[in-house]
Every structure is written in C-alpha cells, then in structure tokens.
C-alpha cells in the first residue's frame, strides 16, 4: 500500500480511520469506496477527509437518546484516533487559564456560572488581589458594578420577606461589594473607584437607605443590611482621601454625621470617624468646607467617646479626626474647647493619656525601704599564718634563738584581744618553718615549752591559759589575744605593732589590713524609666501640641491648666521631652 500525507509526517491511509458506523438512517456517511482513492494522497488537512456528523438530542425519546450516545461514543473514538490528536501536547489538556475562565462565565448569565466566578474572585482579591487589580483590569469594574447596582431595588424590599427568585442575585451583590472591598485596599484599584460615579452613587445611596430607616428592624433582613453597610463603610473609608476636602453640605459627610450620632456599634462608629478625618483633609479655615456642617451634639459626641479609657482604638480615632478638625486654625480650636463639658473632659484625659499604657518607674519601692549604711566589716582571720617571702625567711634564719620565734610571732601574729589559738597549731607552724634550716645549719631549736614561754615576751598582752568546756569537761590549751596576720609584715614593723592599746591597736590594724571592706550604703533598687511610648501617648502629645498653638485662646488656656500635672509626667518620662518640646515652648511659666 501506498504511503500517503505530505512529506515528513509518515501517515498511511490505513493509519486514519475515516469510516462510521451508520447509526441512524437519517446521518449522511462517508463512503470510503466511493469518496476516497485509496491509491492518492492524503491531502495535507485530514480534517478535510471528515463531515460534520450531526447528532440529534432529545430529552424526552428514548430511542433517540441511545441513538445520540452511540454517535457521540463512535465520534470520540474516531477523533481520539487521528494522529493530529495524537501529537497534541499534553499541556493543551488544561484549557483557558482561571482568569480568562471566570471571565466568560460571568458573560455566560448562567446563575452557577456566575456564582463560581464570584466566588473564584473573591479569593483571588483576598489572597493574591494584584492578579485581578482594576488598574490592570479596569474592565472587571463593569462586571462587578452590574452585580451591586442589582442590590438598590433589592435593598428597598429589606422590610419586607425577600422572594427565592432574587436571592441568587442578593448573593452575587453581595459577594461583588465584598471583592470591591477588598480591592480597595490597593491604592492604584481604589483610585479607579473613585472616579467611578456609579460605584460612589451605590455607596451614597446605601448611607441613606441606612441613614433614613435606621428606626426600622428589617426583621429577618437586618444582617444582609448590616453586612453590606459595613461593606460600604470600609469601601467609603478607602475612598473618602480622594474625595477630600468635602465641601460643605457634602451628602457623604452629612450621612456619615447622622448615622454617627445615632449608631451604637462600635465599628461603624471607628469606621466613620475615619471617613471623617480623611473627608477634612485639606479644608482651610476660611473657606467653607464640610466642618460647618459639625454642631456641638456631634463634637460632644465625639469627644465623649475619649472617656472610653479601655478602648485604645477609639481613642486613637478619635484624637486623629480633632486633630484633623483644629488642624487649619485657631476658630475651630475656640469652638471646641468652648464648651464647659468638652473643656473639662479634655483638662481630665489629656494628662491621663500622656502615660497610657506606658509603665512609669516604681517609687514606691524606694519609699518604702529604709537607707542605712553597711558596716565596715574585717574579714575573717586565717586559720594558718602567712607564708614567709624567702628574703623574709632568710634574715629570720640569721637570728639566735629566741630572738627568731618572737620576731616570727611579730612578723605573722597580730595582737587582737577577743581571739585565740591554740598552743600545739603556733608550735607545730614555727617547727615546720625552721626545723629543717636549723638543723642544716646545725643548730637545734628550742624546746616547745620555751617556745610557748616566750610568746607574752612578743605580745605583752598575750597569755598563755587553759580553757575547760564546761559542757564536755574538755581542756584547751590556748593562746589568748592573738590571731594569724592575712599578710607576714617584716621584722621592723612587727617590732612597732606588737604593743597595743584598747583605744588605739584597733586602728592601726585596720589601717594595716588592706582586706578590711570600707563602709558604704546599701545599694537600693533601681527604677527602670521607658524607653518608648504607646500610640495613645503618641496621638496626645501630637493633639496637645496643635492646641497649644492657640496662643490667645480656650487652646492655651487648657495648656495652662494642665501644665503642672505634664510637668510631672516629664519627670517620670524623659521621652515626653522631646515629643512635647512644642507644647513647652507655646505654654509660659505659670
């Protein structure tokens, strides 16, 4: 048989089955007698070689149903057995990529489609959100706003019981703010939020949908409401630095006001203060901006919140929108500090807080512990007597008897009243020292009872006695008023010490002793002062130097007031002396 293809494929007719089981009666099929020349050549498409089979499919027969299976079985076999697929690499298996993928199901309209998307990217905006960034994919905003512009009607039927048929798209709206959201955490994707008017008519509209039915329960569909304002508020603070300055009668502002001083919840109260601050970034004091729109209600609001002393977020939020507010100048300062209750709450905290979380050093300790002075305590005699220097040893060699065992007794005893030692130890140390120098010399020493004989002739204070333990009857033969010297002095100066006086021999011992310790005080506890500040400390130091600037008015009043009490927790935080070094400048001495 003859080989068929172009050149370089090896392909032979036989290789490529083209035939087709007749199935159905109504299917054209191709006639390998008749259409195809076994003896020529393949052309170089072999898909030209195959028409369309056309499979009919019925829900409802039976008969045609295994009819379009056995098609469908006959159609992938021969599909699967051309050598074109054959030769396809692997990596064509996986298809589209996820992003194209989830692209074209949410173009499909098909609800499980839709809802898989959505869900896919939501975890790429949660785990990987720069895959999907609108920077990079601005058209991806189209999708998503459809979804949430979906939830406007839907969130005006909140009173009453929302039907099955739109639930699947409460759920997509939902999921598609909650991607938004966390998209608006880059600040090249929140930039394109912001200048989209729909995304921004969504937010208002939802401010005022809460703002407006705020009374109501909503029943059952009060926590779809609660979650997609939260939603909306982390989306308005993200965008709200790009808004700003709001001007006044702003709808943003006036809506985040109205909810502010009706909320209870803390989160939507920390939220919007954020939104706030940011929306009063820029303003100038004199122009009009969305300040004007701020009463006492809503300040006292604010500033009250200040006495929640356990909730350091909320105090840091709530210094950082005041700070925003007295920012531009000293009007907005005199109408804060106007009023009585504000004036007070701030004369109360502000000290407070400049140590917040901040462990100040413990005086207590030293107050309660008493100074007193060591005592200058001598060490403990030695059990043994020095040991001789050998220009010591030798000029003590040179001397007759008796004459050299009282100046050793001089050179290495010292006259102490109160001490002893025992006659055997003092006989056996001057017999071990010279016994064997003596005898090479050829000399003999004295006997021990001279030895013992002549120690009052050394220390005429000394005496030899015996002691009786009047518990154990036992005899002790001692030398009373002396003890072993830590160092051996030379025989001059032993010569000088040797007599002693109740009045005067204890202080030429100690100025003798170098080992005597010297009197010192107690050493006392030691205060540990910080090193850093909390970020409690931080905000109010930064809102009392702004206030301080009010040279003339309730800002520098408040200053003086407090300035005492700061000045003491400037002693207790040396730190604070740089970050208040403003405040100290603007404030005169009191």
Same mark, same amino acid.
């Given at each position: 048989?003859?080989?068929?293809?172009?050149?370089?494929?090896?392909?032979?007719?036989?290789?490529?089955?083209?035939?087709?089981?007749?199935?159905?009666?109504?299917?054209?099929?191709?006639?390998?007698?008749?259409?195809?020349?076994?003896?020529?050549?393949?052309?170089?498409?072999?898909?030209?070689?195959? #028409?369309?089979?056309? @499979?009919?499919?019925?829900?409802?027969?039976?008969?045609?149903?295994?009819?379009?299976?056995?098609?469908?079985?006959?159609?992938?076999?021969?599909?699967?057995?051309?050598? @074109?697929?054959?030769?396809?690499?692997?990596?064509?298996?996986?298809?589209? !990529?996820?992003?194209?993928?989830?692209?074209?199901?949410?173009?499909?309209? @098909?609800?499980? #489609?839709?809802?898989?998307?959505?869900?896919?990217?939501?975890?790429?905006?949660? +785990?990987?959100?720069?895959?999907?960034?609108?920077?990079?994919?601005?058209?991806?905003?189209?999708?998503?706003?459809?979804?949430? %512009?979906?939830?406007?009607?839907?969130?005006?039927?909140?009173?009453?019981?929302?039907?099955?048929?739109?639930?699947?798209?409460?759920?997509?709206?939902?999921?598609?703010?909650?991607?938004?959201?966390?998209?608006?955490?880059?600040?090249?994707?929140?930039?394109?939020?912001?200048?989209?008017?729909?995304?921004?008519?969504?937010?208002?509209?939802?401010?005022?949908?809460?703002?407006?039915?705020?009374?109501?329960?909503?029943?059952?569909?009060?926590?779809?409401?609660?979650?997609?304002?939260?939603?909306?508020?982390?989306?308005?603070?993200?965008?709200?630095?790009?808004?700003?300055?709001? +001007?006044?009668?702003?709808?943003?502002? /006036?809506?985040?006001?109205?909810?502010?001083?009706?909320?209870?919840?803390?989160?939507?109260?920390?939220?919007?203060?954020?939104?706030?601050?940011?929306?009063?970034?820029?303003?100038?004091?004199?122009? #009009?901006?969305?300040?004007?729109?701020?009463? !006492?209600?809503?300040?006292?609001?604010?500033?009250?919140?200040?006495?929640?002393?356990?909730?350091?977020?909320?105090?840091?939020?709530?210094?950082?929108?005041?700070?925003?507010?007295?920012?531009?100048?000293?009007?907005?300062?005199?109408?804060?500090?106007?009023?009585?209750?504000?004036?007070?709450?701030?004369?109360?905290?502000?000290?407070?807080?400049?140590?917040?979380?901040?462990?100040?050093?413990?005086?207590?300790?030293?107050?309660? $512990?008493?100074?007193?002075?060591?005592?200058?305590?001598?060490?403990?005699?030695?059990?043994?007597?020095?040991?001789?220097?050998?220009?010591?040893?030798?000029?003590?060699?040179?001397?007759?008897?008796?004459?050299?065992?009282?100046?050793?007794? $001089?050179?290495?005893?010292?006259?102490?009243?109160?001490?002893?030692?025992?006659?055997?130890?003092?006989?056996?140390?001057?017999?071990?020292?010279?016994?064997?120098?003596?005898?090479?010399?050829?000399?003999?020493?004295?006997?021990?009872?001279?030895?013992? &004989?002549?120690?009052?002739?050394?220390?005429?204070?000394?005496?030899?006695?015996?002691?009786?333990?009047?518990?154990?009857?036992?005899?002790?033969?001692?030398?009373?008023? @002396?003890?072993?010297?830590?160092?051996?002095?030379?025989?001059?100066?032993?010569?000088?010490?040797?007599?002693?006086?109740?009045?005067?021999?204890?202080? &030429?011992?100690?100025?003798?002793?170098?080992?005597?310790?010297?009197?010192?005080? #107690? &050493?006392?506890?030691?205060?540990?002062?910080?090193?850093?500040?909390?970020?409690?400390?931080?905000?109010?130091?930064?809102?009392?130097?702004? %206030?301080?600037?009010?040279?003339?008015?309730?800002?520098?009043?408040?200053?003086?007031?407090?300035?005492?009490?700061?000045?003491? /927790?400037?002693?207790?935080?040396?730190?604070?002396?740089?970050?208040?070094?403003?405040?100290?400048?603007?404030?005169?001495?009191?």
């Amino acid at each position: 048989m003859s080989t068929a293809g172009s050149p370089g494929r090896g392909r032979t007719a036989s290789q490529t089955p083209i035939s087709y089981t007749n199935t159905n009666t109504n299917t054209n099929i191709l006639n390998t007698d008749n259409d195809l020349n076994l003896n020529s050549e393949i052309p170089d498409n072999s898909f030209q070689l195959i #028409e369309p089979l056309p @499979i009919k499919v019925s829900s409802t027969n039976n008969n045609n149903n295994n009819n379009t299976t056995q098609h469908k079985n006959t159609l992938q076999y021969s599909l699967a057995n051309l050598n @074109i697929f054959q030769n396809l690499p692997r990596e064509t298996l996986r298809g589209c !990529d996820d992003l194209t993928r989830m692209e074209m199901s949410l173009n499909s309209n @098909i609800i499980d #489609e839709m809802k898989w998307a959505l869900k896919k990217y939501l975890t790429y905006s949660n +785990k990987a959100p720069y895959m999907i960034s609108l920077k990079t994919l601005p058209h991806l905003l189209n999708y998503f706003k459809r979804f949430i %512009i979906n939830l406007m009607p839907i969130i005006d039927q909140f009173n009453d019981t929302i039907p099955d048929s739109i639930k699947d798209d409460l759920q997509m709206g939902i999921t598609s703010l909650l991607i938004l959201r966390n998209l608006a955490q880059d600040m090249e994707s929140v930039q394109i939020l912001t200048k989209d008017s729909d995304v921004k008519q969504f937010l208002l509209f939802v401010l005022v949908k809460f703002n407006k039915d705020h009374d109501k329960t909503f029943f059952k569909n009060y926590p779809f409401l609660n979650e997609i304002l939260h939603y909306t508020m982390d989306l308005m603070e993200a965008i709200s630095t790009y808004i700003a300055p709001a +001007k006044k009668d702003d709808p943003f502002f /006036q809506n985040l006001i109205s909810i502010l001083n009706r909320t209870k919840d803390r989160a939507l109260i920390i939220s919007i203060l954020r939104s706030l601050s940011r929306l009063l970034v820029r303003s100038k004091e004199d122009e #009009e901006s969305a300040a004007d729109n701020l009463d !006492d209600e809503t300040l006292s609001t604010i500033v009250n919140s200040l006495l929640i002393s356990v909730d350091s977020e909320l105090i840091i939020t709530s210094f950082d929108f005041l700070y925003q507010y007295c920012l531009p100048g000293n009007r907005r300062i005199e109408k804060l500090l106007n009023n009585k209750k504000r004036f007070k709450v701030f004369q109360a905290i502000l000290p407070e807080y400049l140590t917040y979380n901040v462990k100040t050093p413990n005086y207590s300790q030293i107050n309660t $512990r008493e100074v007193k002075l060591t005592k200058r305590l001598r060490p403990p005699p030695p059990k043994q007597p020095p040991t001789l220097t050998p220009g010591l040893f030798e000029d003590l060699l040179k001397l007759k008897e008796h004459e050299r065992s009282t100046a050793w007794l $001089r050179c290495c005893f010292e006259p102490v009243i109160d001490q002893e030692y025992t006659q055997i130890q003092l006989w056996k140390s001057y017999e071990a020292t010279f016994a064997k120098a003596v005898h090479e010399k050829g000399e003999k020493l004295g006997p021990a009872v001279e030895f013992i &004989k002549n120690v009052p002739h050394a220390f005429p204070d000394a005496a030899a006695m015996v002691i009786v333990d009047p518990v154990t009857e036992q005899k002790r033969f001692v030398i009373k008023g @002396i003890q072993p010297r830590h160092k051996a002095l030379s025989i001059s100066q032993g010569r000088v010490l040797a007599k002693w006086t109740k009045t005067s021999t204890e202080s &030429k011992f100690i100025k003798e002793n170098k080992n005597t310790e010297k009197a010192c005080q #107690e &050493k006392l506890p030691e205060l540990t002062f910080p090193t850093n500040l909390s970020d409690v400390s931080k905000v109010t130091c930064t809102f009392l130097c702004l %206030i301080s600037n009010d040279s003339k008015g309730k800002g520098l009043e408040v200053c003086q007031v407090i300035k005492p009490l700061v000045i003491h /927790q400037l002693a207790d935080i040396p730190m604070l002396n740089t970050t208040l070094s403003e405040y100290m400048d603007n404030t005169p001495n009191i």
